[in-house]
């Protein structure tokens, strides 16, 4: 079996929600003690969860990851970022050392961090809370040419969906969370997210790390001669990876793909996550059924992909860090949806006759 066909097979196990879990928490919330619809927000997300879990009340996460996916990109050769690409090694080290923001957030709400290599260009010392799977050390310059092959995106994919299985089949984690590291890769994110919603370059390209206004159209105009180049097709989500994505995307869209089997609730991080859960959703539609949208990131590619999505963000704390901190500070969100649904007592129960 080939790699594409591996990937075709994951996609093919994501199932729907199960609706009459849906149906059975929404009921559920009507009964409990409180007036109905007073959780706001926090109701339909406890509902999602049932369907999700194919239970009402869902079970309360207690085992949360963060999956950090890191990859470098050749398409900063453009100067679509003042940073260099040895950054991206050097904070690869730092999220094993717990010296970087997600160590802080994920202590903060009791998650552990792994972090996956697909595609770091520098060389990594081992470390346990580091995945090696490096396909190769970094793309090309997607607009020049395709950032990668097929059947690289592919084994980017299987890979992140092979770490996905591993923490959620023998590590006990029942919700991931998806991070990403790559110095340049709101770029690839911005072609992506074009691909797969329509929206111009215009709409989609943001700051980043905090570019200037020239930079900023710069980047714009290198995301529009990939899209003129490859002319990717939504309906061939592969290939469009192949072209214009990266492989940190492709790695995310893995594990949405491997969470979204396997039922377990998957958290977005910001924009390049967004983009990967596009790529998923192109994939297997029912994959954004297990998508949770973390934050809103202030990149502007963030709302046009949540809103193509359906996905409504829990948050909007003006992040664009990336690395999975904005989908962590969400976790304690969906544990208490789960919880309210299934602890809160019922209007029939003891003092409310």
């Known amino acids: 079996m080939s790699l594409e066909d591996r990937v075709e097979e994951l996609a093919a196990e994501v199932l729907p929600p199960d609706e009459s879990a849906v149906a059975g928490a929404r009921e559920r919330h009507l009964a409990l003690a409180k007036p109905p619809g007073s959780l706001g927000r926090?109701?339909?997300?406890?509902?999602?969860?049932?369907?999700?879990?194919?239970?009402?009340?869902?079970?309360v996460p207690g085992g949360p990851a963060v999956v950090v996916?890191?990859?470098?990109?050749?398409?900063?050769?453009?100067?679509?970022?003042?940073?260099?690409?040895?950054?991206?090694?050097?904070?690869?080290?730092?999220?094993?050392?717990?010296?970087?923001?997600?160590?802080?957030?994920?202590?903060?709400?009791?998650?552990?961090v792994s972090v996956l290599d697909v595609g770091v260009a520098g060389e990594l010392e081992r470390h346990p809370s580091l995945r090696g799977a490096k396909v190769r050390p970094g793309t090309d310059d997607l607009s020049h040419g395709p950032a990668m092959v097929r059947e690289e995106a592919a084994r980017a994919m299987l890979a992140g969906a092979g770490v996905a299985e591993e923490l959620v089949g023998s590590g006990g984690v029942d919700l991931l969370v998806v991070g990403d590291m790559g110095i340049?890769?709101?770029?690839?994110?911005?072609a992506l997210i074009s691909t797969f919603t329509g929206h111009p370059p215009e709409q989609t390209t943001g700051r980043g790390t905090g570019i200037d206004d020239e930079t900023l159209d710069l980047k714009v105009r290198v995301v529009r001669e990939a899209l003129d180049l490859h002319r990717p097709d939504p309906g061939d989500p592969l290939g469009a990876l192949a072209a214009v994505g990266g492989l940190e995307h492709a790695a995310i869209a893995g594990v949405i793909l491997m969470g979204a089997a396997c039922g377990v609730p998957v958290v977005l991080d910001g924009v390049v996550s967004n983009s990967a859960a596009l790529a998923a959703h192109?994939?297997?539609?029912?994959?954004?059924?297990?998508?949770?949208?973390?934050?809103?990131?202030?990149?502007?590619?963030?709302?046009?992909?949540?809103?193509?999505?359906?996905?409504?963000?829990?948050?909007?704390?003006?992040?664009?860090?990336?690395?999975?901190?904005?989908?962590?500070?969400?976790?304690?969100?969906?544990?208490?949806?789960?919880?309210?649904?299934?602890?809160?007592?019922t209007l029939e129960g003891p003092g409310f006759g």
């Open 69 to 112: 996916c890191a990859g470098d990109h050749g398409v900063l050769d453009r100067g679509v970022s003042p940073w260099p690409r040895e950054v991206t090694a050097v904070m690869v080290g730092n999220f094993c050392a717990g010296g970087a923001a997600v160590n802080a957030i994920a202590k903060t709400v009791g998650a552990r």
């Open 282 to 345: 192109a994939l297997a539609p029912d994959s954004v059924g297990y998508t949770i949208a973390g934050h809103l990131s202030a990149e502007p590619g963030a709302k046009v992909s949540l809103n193509h999505l359906g996905l409504e963000p829990l948050l909007n704390l003006d992040m664009r860090l990336g690395e999975g901190t904005g989908g962590l500070l969400a976790v304690p969100l969906v544990q208490a949806a789960a919880r309210t649904l299934g602890e809160m007592a």
């Open 184 to 190: 340049a890769n709101t770029t690839p994110a911005s």
């Open 42 to 59: 926090l109701e339909e997300l406890g509902a999602r969860l049932a369907g999700m879990a194919g239970e009402s009340p869902p079970p």
